[in-house]
């Protein structure tokens, strides 16, 4: 019952990857990177950048549940964890120590997009499984790499914002941090709309890290030297709360914002009335990983790159997440619900 | 108990004076040394070829930065710039060895930039006689920015063979690491090297016995910068590419490795053994709680407890009398 209706609005959210999907045929050649070596039942290494953030310990909810089922399958029988606490460096030798101890699959979040490019060419060749989700690297050495596209949220909240105030005005741009690649190819997306626009008027951008008091102090700074503006363009949710709180604790009015699916900002957006669009970056990539690093050892094969369609939240379904909202940390994300069978879907898309 | 030397001769002085300085680091040396008995009990694969050269290239750039961290602490310095410093040089050397200026090219820019840079600071603090947390921190910024305006995001290339060199399956990075050592030693028998510790135990003292206080420091800054573009170097060829902010843990880190060498913040105290032994100590807490299966939020802990302990125990054996 609940999975059916979990599955329902799943694929509402997902419309078009619905509609996209065709019937996928069983492939008989192996994924990249796999020998077809390594029997089940296999342990999983997961390679996490940064353990502390809620988003990443969310994620690590959904892998662990992943892997439950998948040991009650009989498929995988350990996960190894590691945590590089924010150091690149750290990870690449975690990543290392991990094929030293022959683990099966290594799913990562990369600490930066160039630096484990090495250390995964090294565990390609002995045919562990690399999945590569969030933040990828620039590397062909893994089977698959699993994210939505940055660019995209970044164009689509360019689209909602510019013609939420009406094609012209001033805004702000809040970013995640400087030479981040994620934080980049959201801005980097945002382009073309701004471009096209030239009435849009950029007043100021801010680089801080996704974090709400960061954002919420660059922009209360930025509300003193700008009196006038229009709407803000935010590249991640809590950049969004923090902009939402600057604007109330200056007694300014609300204006068009967009952001993500944290849920201080959603609720901020319902309790203020705020015209509003949010995507995510979803949590389930992780358990998504995790599946699809068991199916390619299986000697399935899955595609190199896997695109998972964004999913829009705006006034119109707003209440369907918030409705959610109590399974979900105060400070977390809420995600868009996920079963096996989107999961299936993923896979067999072209 | 404290061995006095016979001086007889310079040459039998040697070891004595080698053997007291020991002392401090004894048991570090102690920790680290169970700490690699156990990783090579964990993983065998440590004495092959191939695992040697890994592991120690995951210590390198660790040991560089130690190594940077521990010669500005000796003379009474400290840098906050280290890390920017490190991603400088990385993204120097992945935007211009794959171009014309080739490697050779590419090397001697972050030579010149690492040496340049850690001579400007170094002038800063100690002509204009301001405070090296302040200026390095701020140095950190223009450094760190710096690195951001040559290469935005990650990105730049190393030319493979040059990466197979540094960090394929030939333990080239241990014995690069060992000339360092060999040539560290050497500056210590220079002027200038000699300098070092009397600058920073007691500069009044030195500058009026004629040691060249102001020139030994503004060296330590400049060798400091030189040894932190080249871990930058060194991670680029490792990884096959640059980022512009892969080095910024270096610097807590190497502070951390420093201190738990043995080196003290107020200059003249530890020795540059202990500062590698304090890097080898952090790079194998890594590897070994790995292969002992400890959870991520255990490994904090455990972190935590190893460095206070091994800063500990030679505190434990002072108090005994």
Known sequence: MKKSSLFASASALCLGLVLAVSTGTAANAAANCIKGDRKPPYTIGWADIYSVPTWMKQTQGTIEAEVETLKKQGLVDKLVVTDAQGDANVQIQQIQSMIDSNVDAIILIAGSSTAPARVLADACAKGIAIINFDSLVDTDKVTAKVNTDSSQWGDQAAKFLISAIGGKGKILILNGPAGISVSDDRRKGADAELKAHPDVKVLAETNTPYNVAPAQEAVTSLLFANPEIDGILSLGGALSAGAVLALDKQGRDQVPITGENARQFLELWKEKGLKSWATMQPNWLGAFAAYTAVQALQGKDVPAFVKIPLPVIDNSNIDEYLARAKDFPADGYIYSPYDEELFKKLLAQK | ?321
Not at chain 2, 159 to 185: H, N, R, Y
Not at chain 2, 198 to 210: D, F, I, K, L, Q
């Open chain 2, 1 to 321: 108990m404290s061995m006095v030397p016979s001086a007889k001769s310079a040459g039998a002085l040697y070891w004595p004076v080698q053997a007291r300085r020991n002392i401090g680091v004894r048991s570090l040396f102690l920790v680290v040394l169970a700490f690699l008995v156990a990783y090579g009990v964990l993983f065998p694969g440590l004495f092959t070829a191939s695992g040697f050269a890994k592991f120690t290239q995951s210590w390198f750039p660790l040991a560089l930065v130690a190594m940077a961290q521990a010669i500005l602490m000796l003379t009474g310095g400290i840098s906050l710039a280290i890390g920017a410093t490190v991603s400088l040089g990385a993204v120097i050397a992945a935007t211009t060895m794959a171009g014309p200026l080739g490697v050779a090219g590419g090397v001697a820019i972050v030579v010149l930039a690492g040496l340049g840079i850690g001579a400007a600071t170094g002038f800063i603090v100690v002509k204009l006689r301001l405070p090296a947390i302040v200026v390095t921190l701020a140095g950190s910024f223009i450094i760190g920015g710096a690195a951001l305006l040559i290469l935005p995001r990650p990105g730049g290339a190393i030319p493979a063979w040059l990466s197979d060199l540094l960090a394929g399956d030939t333990p080239a990075a241990f014995v690069l690491l060992v000339v360092i050592v060999l040539l560290w030693k050497l500056y210590l028998a220079t002027p200038l090297g000699l300098s070092l510790y009397a600058a920073g135990e007691n500069p009044v003292g030195a500058y009026r016995s004629g040691v060249p206080v102001d020139a030994a420091r503004v060296a330590a800054y400049a060798i400091s910068g030189l040894l932190s573009t080249g871990a930058g170097l060194f991670v680029a060829a490792q990884t096959g590419s640059g980022d512009p902010v892969i080095g910024t843990a270096f610097t807590l880190n190497s502070i951390a490795a420093a201190v738990l060498g043995g080196i003290g913040f107020l200059g003249g105290q530890g020795t540059m053994r202990g500062a590698l032994a304090g890097s080898l100590l952090l790079s194998l807490m890594i590897s070994v709680m790995f292969f002992l299966g400890f959870t991520p939020v255990a490994q904090y802990v455990a972190q935590g407890l190893i460095i206070i302990g091994a800063v500990a125990i030679p505190q434990f054996r002072k108090v005994q009398p």
